[in-house]
C-alpha cells in the first residue's frame, strides 16, 4: 500500500549507460515531480508535471527526460550517465496545493 | 522566485534538551512553508506546514514551527528531544501559486545523545 513507490531502490551502472527510475502514485495526486539528492543531501527540482504536462523543467542537462504516460506514473530516463549524475533521486507527488509526499528515493551510483 | 536558508548546518543536543532549528525565507511574493524530516537512507517526511491562519503551527511528533512574516523566519522547535528525533531536518517554501516548485533548504542535521 505504499503511497509514492520508486523502482529501482538501487541503481549501480556505468559511465555512459543509459538507465531509467520508475515512478508510481496512488493517491490520486495530479502533480508528480523528480528531485535530486546530492552527496551533500542538497534537494534540487529537476522536473514537475501536472496530469501529464510539463510545469517545471529546470536547468538540467537534455541527457535527463522525464515521461509520464499518464497521471500516476512519473518515469526519469536518463542518457550517457556521468560520474557527477550519481546522486538519491526522489519521486514526490501532490494535489493542487497539498504537501508533497516522497517516495523512498532511487540511489544511483556511476562508476 | 523563493530561496531559503537553514542557519545551522548541524545542531548537536542531549536527550530531553530543548531545541530550536532555525529557518529563514525570501520570496516576493506570499509563501507557503514546510519542514521536512530525513532519517537515514530513507525519503522525506512531512513534519508540519504552513498554509495560512495561525501563525503557530504544531505537527507530528511534538515539533511546532511559528511564521513570522516580519522576519521571514519559520523556525522549528521541540520542547524536548528523543534519541530517535536524530535525522536531517529540511525546511522548505513555495510560492501560493500554482505551478511554483517546492525549494528546499540545505538541512541541518539533528544529532540527539544521551
Known amino acids: 500500500d505504499t503511497a509514492v513507490s520508486q523502482t529501482p531502490k538501487y541503481l549501480v551502472t556505468q559511465m555512459g549507460n543509459d538507465k531509467s527510475i520508475k515512478c508510481e502514485q496512488n493517491?490520486?495526486?495530479?502533480?508528480m515531480y523528480w528531485y535530486k539528492q546530492d552527496s551533500k543531501k542538497f534537494l534540487k527540482i529537476m522536473f514537475s508535471?501536472?496530469?501529464?504536462?510539463?510545469?517545471i523543467n529546470e536547468t538540467v542537462p537534455n541527457r535527463f527526460s522525464p515521461k509520464s504516460p499518464d497521471k500516476a506514473h512519473l518515469n526519469l530516463h536518463i542518457n550517457s550517465l556521468e560520474l557527477g549524475d550519481s546522486a538519491v533521486y526522489f519521486c514526490?507527488?501532490?494535489?493542487?496545493?497539498?504537501?508533497?509526499?516522497f517516495g523512498n528515493g532511487t540511489r544511483l551510483t556511476v562508476t | 522566485a523563493q530561496s531559503v536558508t537553514q542557519l545551522d548546518s548541524q545542531v548537536p543536543v542531549f536527550e530531553e534538551a530543548p531545541v530550536e532549528l532555525r529557518c529563514n525565507y525570501s520570496?516576493?511574493?506570499?509563501?507557503?512553508l514546510f519542514w521536512y524530516v530525513q532519517y537515514p537512507n530513507q525519503g522525506l517526511q512531512l513534519l508540519l506546514k504552513?498554509?495560512?491562519?495561525?501563525?503557530l503551527v504544531k505537527g507530528i511528533n511534538g515539533f511546532e514551527a511559528e511564521f513570522n512574516k516580519s522576519q521571514t523566519s519559520f523556525h522549528l522547535r521541540k520542547p524536548s528531544v528523543h534519541i530517535s528525533d536524530t535525522a536531517e531536518y529540511f525546511c522548505?517554501?513555495?510560492?501560493?501559486?500554482?505551478?511554483?516548485?517546492?525549494?528546499f533548504g540545505k538541512g541541518t542535521t539533528l544529532s540527539v545523545s544521551s
Open positions: 522548505a517554501v513555495s510560492g501560493v501559486q500554482a505551478g511554483t516548485a517546492l525549494i
Open positions: 514526490a507527488s501532490s494535489l493542487q496545493r497539498t504537501p508533497l509526499h
Open positions: 520570496s516576493s511574493v506570499s509563501v507557503y
Open positions: 508535471y501536472n496530469n501529464k504536462e510539463l510545469i
Open positions: 493517491l490520486g495526486h495530479d502533480t
Open positions: 504552513y498554509l495560512s491562519g495561525s501563525t
